[in-house]
């Protein structure tokens, strides 16, 4: 069975602080995507990075997909509340043929003080 | 806004009871999924349907019966379940199951099973 570990599992921050997640895996994906899960409600996708090496600008947040796409890491320049949430990896894994499997990361929940 | 809803968003149910429930997507998308989501565990692959069949059935257990009538619902039934299906479940969809399967979740029903 494939895994995908996060860390920190938790994260408890001050607002304006900065902050690294990683995803981690021995196995190659050939794609990877980030969600963010709010209480309450379910994920939602927030970039897909595809090539080694690539990273991925959404306002204060960075995504970096690792050069041999084994892993990935996102990080948040001056958090805020807003940013408070479960933050998940998924890396896509092709299997016998075309077929492709997700498979979600342990996940990261990420607690912004005001 | 999601694309995808989720009725009923909360569920008490004892482990006689049969239940459903329902999810529908209005994203135009061929695939659709449920997942499981328990505290301290990864996201649970349970069901994958693509063009209304079933592709994936991860040795989920009988007592959970799902039914795809088109490609825009999914259903999830459920009889005599036991306290550890307590949980969220979440339905999501996709176009199509290869590429990068980027994955549209609805908000999640929280079954409780006493």
């Known amino acids: 069975t494939q895994l995908l570990e996060q860390s920190p599992q938790f994260l408890s921050i001050q607002e304006g602080e900065n902050l690294t997640v990683y995803c981690n895996s021995s196995?190659?994906?050939?794609?990877l995507q980030w969600y963010r899960q709010e209480p309450g409600e379910g994920p939602v996708l927030l970039v897909t990075?595809?090539?080694?090496?690539e990273v991925k600008k959404l306002k204060r947040l960075t995504f970096q997909f690792g050069d041999a796409r084994k892993d990935s890491s996102l990080h948040i320049t001056a958090a805020q509340p807003g940013d408070t949430g479960l933050y998940l990896c998924?890396?896509?894994?092709?299997?016998?043929?075309?077929?492709?499997?997700?498979?979600f990361g342990t996940g990261t929940l990420l607690a912004v003080q005001p | 806004e999601t694309g995808v809803t989720q009725t009923p968003r909360h569920l008490v149910m004892g482990m006689t009871n049969k239940k459903s429930l329902k999810c529908e997507q209005h994203?135009?998308?061929?695939?659709m999924y449920w997942y499981k989501q328990s505290a301290k565990k990864p996201l649970e692959l349970m069901f994958v349907?693509?063009?209304?069949?079933?592709?994936e059935n991860n040795s989920v257990p009988s007592r959970f019966s799902p039914e795809c009538p088109n490609s825009s619902h999914l259903f999830l039934h459920l009889h005599t379940l036991q306290p550890e299906d307590s949980a969220l479940y979440l339905c999501?969809?996709?176009?199509?199951?290869?590429?990068?399967?980027?994955?549209?979740f609805g908000p999640g029903t929280r079954l409780t099973v006493t």
């Open positions: 999501a969809s996709s176009q199509g199951t290869s590429g990068r399967r980027e994955q549209y």
């Open positions: 349907y693509n063009f209304k069949e079933q592709t």
């Open positions: 994203l135009g998308h061929n695939a």
């Open positions: 990075v595809v090539t080694g090496g």
């Open positions: 998924a890396g896509a894994r092709v299997y016998g043929g075309a077929t492709n499997k997700l498979i």
């Open positions: 196995s190659v994906f050939s794609s």
